[in-house]
């Protein structure tokens, strides 16, 4: 038995306390849940009750035996005759009630006792009737009685006490080991979690280490000869799309003197007033001169031209317009106005190409850069997750282990401290 010594040695200190790790409660439980103590005090309360049933059935034999006085009046007499033989049936019926059980368990216990107490229930009720009859025949045998039937009714008192106690006991010992069983669970839980947290660590750790390098190698590619040429060809491509913005709005400029003329022509166009070979062209002058092809442009005028009168413009606005067109078709100006355009437009797609290139090395990096910022903003989510977890499990095994240090306490009498740490 030594081992069981060295798990319930008491711990030298002031409050005598003693401290049992997680592992050894159950065994410690086992011995608490021992019957041998309580089936100790139900021995002597069953023998105190055979001692009192033993006293009582004396009694019994003497009222039985016990002659009455000869000059008690006749009626008396016959009630007191008929009081005793009652007396006599129910008090022996409740000495062969009183024998013990021959199981020491407490479902055993507490059937007995309940069985006893219903029988002294019900022999009372009928003593009680006929005692005062019995009493008055054979005063000191009822007063020996009585006495007797006092005694038992607080042995079964006792008795409902330690029943009491031992099932405060088994159910204390019942809890602290669910209290355990949750503990192991959610220490075993606690592990795993630990184990997650190091890993979501670990990885947060990389990838912060990994957007370091990169965002130095994109500081490293940015002062270097690629960073340099693509800032150029960003500011050319820049000044070239603003060449381009002053080319549309020239070529917009020089049709806008048109837009009532070319209005009217597609009106009448649609009316077939006019039929119009240029009619799309004459739309998109209208609405996106910059999208007309070079080779339209001359045909579209004249046919403007060649319908001018019947348009109904007024005179000077005919003129104007006239001129104006004149204008456009010996300078070639809306030509020209196009021809830089596309020009601009494809030193533009060319440039944007090439800077797309130039930025390959500098876009892997930026994406790879996005990613891990995902990837980080994933781990540290998932790890404030984890330690949210952690903390409301450690809560709750916090609480078990000092419910179960109380229930434990409680059991033994004296102070008993859960230590996980052993």
């Known amino acids: 038995m030594k081992w069981l010594k060295d798990i319930f040695h008491i711990k030298k200190g002031s409050d005598n306390a003693q401290n049992l790790a ?9 011995v608490q849940s021992e019957p041998s103590g309580f089936e100790d005090r139900l021995q002597h309360i069953y023998v105190s009750i055979e001692e009192a049933a033993q006293a009582l059935a004396r009694d019994l034999r003497a009222l039985g035996s016990a002659e009455p006085d000869r000059t008690t009046p006749p009626k008396l007499l016959r009630a007191g005759l008929a009081a005793r033989g009652e007396v006599l049936k129910q008090m022996e019926a409740l000495v062969e009630r009183m024998g013990p059980p021959t199981g020491r368990d407490i479902d055993s216990a507490s059937d007995h006792h309940w069985a006893m107490v219903k029988g002294l229930e019900r022999t009372i009720t009928t003593f009680g009737r006929a005692q005062r009859y019995a009493a008055a025949l054979f005063p000191k045998e009822i007063e020996s009685i009585n006495a007797e039937l006092s005694r038992i009714s607080h042995l079964l008192v006792e008795l409902e006490g330690v029943i009491g106690q031992r099932r405060a006991e088994l159910e204390e010992i019942w809890y602290a080991r669910e209290l355990a069983d949750s503990i192991n669970e959610g220490m075993s839980l606690i592990a795993g979690l630990k184990e997650r947290a190091k890993k979501e660590e670990e990885k947060l750790s990389g990838l912060q280490s990994s957007m370091t390098r990169v965002e130095e190698e994109q500081k490293r590619l940015a002062a270097g000869p690629e960073g340099k040429r693509i800032e150029e060809l960003k500011k050319d491509i820049e000044q070239k799309r603003e060449d381009l913005r002053q080319a549309e709005s020239e070529m917009a400029n020089l049709v ?3 837009n009532k003329a070319l209005g009217r022509i597609m009106k009448q166009g649609s009316s077939d007033r006019l039929i119009l070979q240029h009619s799309n062209v004459f739309e998109m002058l209208l609405t996106a001169p910059s999208k007309v092809a070079d080779s339209d442009i001359s045909g579209s005028l004249l046919e403007l031209r060649s ?6 413009l007024k005179d000077r606005k005919k003129e104007k317009t006239l001129d104006h067109i004149d204008l456009l078709i010996t300078n070639r100006s809306l030509e020209n106005a196009r021809s830089r355009q596309a020009t601009l437009e494809k030193a533009i797609e060319e440039q944007d190409k090439l800077l797309s290139e ?25 790890l404030d997750e984890i330690h949210q977890s952690l903390r409301s499990k450690q809560e709750k095994v916090d609480q078990d282990t000092s419910e179960l240090s109380d229930r434990l306490t409680r059991l033994s009498g004296k102070t008993v401290k859960v230590d996980l740490s052993r």
């Open 256 to 258: 806008s003197p048109l």
């Open 358 to 382: 130039c930025s390959r090395d500098i876009l892997m990096l930026k994406e790879k850069l996005s990613r891990n910022k995902r990837g980080l903003q994933r781990a540290k989510a998932s």
């Open 22 to 30: 997680l592992s050894e409660v159950y065994s410690w439980l086992k």
């Open 307 to 312: 319908h001018l009168a019947s348009l109904g």
